[in-house]
Each structure stands twice: as structure tokens, then as C-alpha cells.
């Protein structure tokens, strides 16, 4: 049987203000999974994250990472995590091996193992050539990778991201799944939160659902994504669609050869492409309205 990265049981969190952001909580993730972890804004993410690296309290539960217990083994459990928190946070004027370099040493390692490690981050997310610069000069997606790095200075086991790609461009995102998709195959086990159901999609084996400080969903991602069974796309044409297309579409057309169609079990994004294609017309995009989370969400949540 494959080794727990992360167990979790019973964990509640009541804020000091009386907020409950973790209503008894069970979640595991197993060595080498690729997790996502999903909810609307408030719903308990972060607060779980912020309890498993130490940072939030909790109220009541058992929290272990690779066997270490948060409450009497915190240094071990700390140093088998990298996390790259939701907003920039390290000193702008500072160089970027300064920042990389000096997490190292907040891990324990010795100047020469925290150069070596430095080094070897850097070059890996294409910031070497950056090193001497103060942060402030980094793009925004350089200053992403830059959070990625120094959350890896110290070799660890689990990485931890809170919406990695938020406000990240197209091309910038695919970059960074291609990294983060090799550093699981290399045997990271990750954990993130993202609010783009295209990247749990992408990257994700499994991922839990949590609403209101309770897990409301927690399986495979192909599972989960079966119960997506009703979305609306948004399809461009090159020249507008004939009435009897429109109508076997069920199209509701939004003019300047826009069309918003609906796609379920039995009328597949796919069966609608190929009628498209059938008629006079070529698509030129197909976007989903929306934000795709939030509709898997409200299906489940309708279920
Ligand atoms: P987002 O997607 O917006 O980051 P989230 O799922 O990460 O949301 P949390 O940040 O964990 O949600 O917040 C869960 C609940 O706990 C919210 O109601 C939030 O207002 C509350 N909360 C979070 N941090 C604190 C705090 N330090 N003090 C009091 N309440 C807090």
C-alpha cells in the first residue's frame, strides 16, 4: 500500500472571532498524488494550508504528513513541505539568490548546501540568469517561478501551492503545468488550490471539494468531472449559422456570429462541433461561459 502524504482527521478550526472556516475535515493524499483542492472564496482553503505548514492553529484534529504528527513532530512536518503562498511576499529589494538562498538557510542547511540548492532551483526555473537582479525587476511570471523556487530550496517531499496561475497569462500558465506536471513525476506529491477547473483537468488526479468548512466532494477527477453534465460554451463562426442549424443546436445567438450552446451526456460538446462542421460555417473559438468550477459546484451542490 502506497505511503499517506498528508492525513487529516477530525480537523476543525473556529477563528478567534468565532468564525467555524473547518467543520471536522478528513482528507488524504497518498505519496506522489497530484491534489487539487476547490471551493468558492472563504470556503476553507487557505486555512487548511495555513494549518498544515504551521502557520494557523487548529481547534481540534489529527494532522500528519508523511507520518510526522503537526503537534509534537512541527520541525519535521515543516521541513518535508515547500509552500508557495497566494501573494508575492518576499522583500522586493532584495536579490533573487538572496531570497532562494536565504530560505535555505531558514531550513537549517549549511551556506555551502543552500548554495549548491540554490543554484540547482534556479537554473531549473529558468532564473539564473536573473540572480544578481533585486526581485522588483522580475516580471509577474518570473516572480511566480521565483516563489516556486524558494519554496524548493530545501528538497521538500510535498509541495503546497494556493492558486499558483491566478492572474497568470495562457502562455505563462502552460509553462508552469509543464513544470509542476515533471515535478510530480519525479515523485513531489502537490497540493493546490486553483479556482480554473482547466488546470485540476490538466494536472490533477484527485481532488475534494469544500464548501463552507466541510468536504463536500473528494474523489477522481474524471469522476468528478462526469458529474459536470450540463455546461454552456460560447462558439464564434466565421459566417453566421443557418436558422435550421441554429435550431438543432438550440443555440441562443448573441449576434457578430456568436452563440452560446448548451452541452450535456447526450448532446456532447463533440456532437455539437461535428454539426457545426456540417454546416456552411467554421469555428473560429469555443470558450466555456463562465467559470467551469463554479458550475461542477453548482451541480454537485444541486445534487
Ligand atoms: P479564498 O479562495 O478566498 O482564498 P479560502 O477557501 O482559502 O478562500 P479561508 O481563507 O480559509 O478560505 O477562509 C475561511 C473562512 O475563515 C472565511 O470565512 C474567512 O473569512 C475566515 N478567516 C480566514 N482567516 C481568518 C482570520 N485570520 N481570522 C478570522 N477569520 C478568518
Given at each position: ?10 480537523l ?10 473547518l ?30 505548514t ?65 543554484e540547482k ?5 529558468e ?25 524548493l530550496?530545501h ?9 499558483p ?5 495562457v502562455?505563462?500558465?502552460r509553462?508552469?503545468w ?6 510530480n ?8 488550490t486553483?479556482?480554473y ?10 481532488a475534494?471539494?469544500i ?17 459536470l453534465?450540463q ?7 466565421d ?20 452563440y ?13 462541433i ?15 461561459k ?14
Amino acid at each position: 500500500m502506497s505511503k499517506l502524504a498528508i492525513s487529516i482527521k477530525n480537523l476543525s478550526k473556529t477563528y478567534s472571532g468565532g468564525i467555524q472556516a473547518l467543520k471536522s475535515i478528513d482528507l488524504t493524499l497518498k505519496e506522489g498524488d497530484f491534489f487539487a483542492l476547490l471551493g468558492a472564496n472563504g470556503a476553507g482553503k487557505t486555512t487548511v494550508i495555513g494549518i498544515l505548514t504551521g502557520l494557523v492553529t487548529k481547534t481540534y484534529g489529527e494532522v500528519k504528513v508523511f507520518g510526522h504528527d503537526l503537534d509534537t513532530e512541527l520541525n519535521e512536518v515543516k521541513n518535508s513541505i515547500g509552500v508557495v503562498p497566494q501573494e508575492f511576499n518576499f522583500n522586493i529589494f532584495e536579490k533573487v539568490y538572496d531570497i532562494v538562498c536565504r530560505q535555505g538557510g531558514y531550513y537549517g542547511m549549511d551556506p555551502h548546501k543552500a548554495a549548491t540548492r540554490t543554484e540547482k532551483v534556479l537554473k531549473k526555473l529558468e532564473l539564473w540568469d536573473k540572480k544578481d537582479q533585486k526581485s522588483i525587476a522580475l516580471s509577474g511570471g518570473m516572480k511566480r517561478r521565483l516563489m516556486i523556487a524558494r519554496a524548493l530550496v530545501h528538497d521538500p517531499k510535498l509541495l503546497i501551492l494556493d492558486e499558483p496561475t491566478a492572474g497568470v497569462d495562457v502562455e505563462l500558465r502552460r509553462g508552469m503545468w509543464e513544470y509542476l506536471k515533471e515535478l510530480n513525476k519525479n515523485g513531489t506529491t502537490i497540493l493546490l488550490t486553483t479556482h480554473y477547473l482547466e488546470e485540476v483537468e490538466e494536472l490533477c488526479q484527485y481532488a475534494a471539494m469544500i464548501k463552507e468548512g466541510e468536504i463536500v466532494l473528494n474523489d477522481t477527477v474524471k469522476k468528478l468531472l462526469n458529474k459536470l453534465d450540463q455546461e454552456v460554451f460560447v462558439f464564434e463562426t466565421d459566417k453566421s449559422l443557418t436558422s435550421k442549424a441554429i435550431q438543432i443546436l438550440n443555440a441562443k445567438d448573441r449576434g457578430d456570429n456568436v452563440y452560446e450552446i448548451n452541452t450535456s451526456p447526450k448532446n456532447t460538446l463533440q456532437d455539437n462541433i461535428d454539426i457545426i462542421s456540417k454546416s456552411k460555417a467554421n469555428i473560429i473559438s469555443i470558450k466555456p461561459k463562465g467559470n467551469r468550477i463554479e458550475n461542477l459546484f453548482l451541480s454537485v451542490i444541486s445534487k
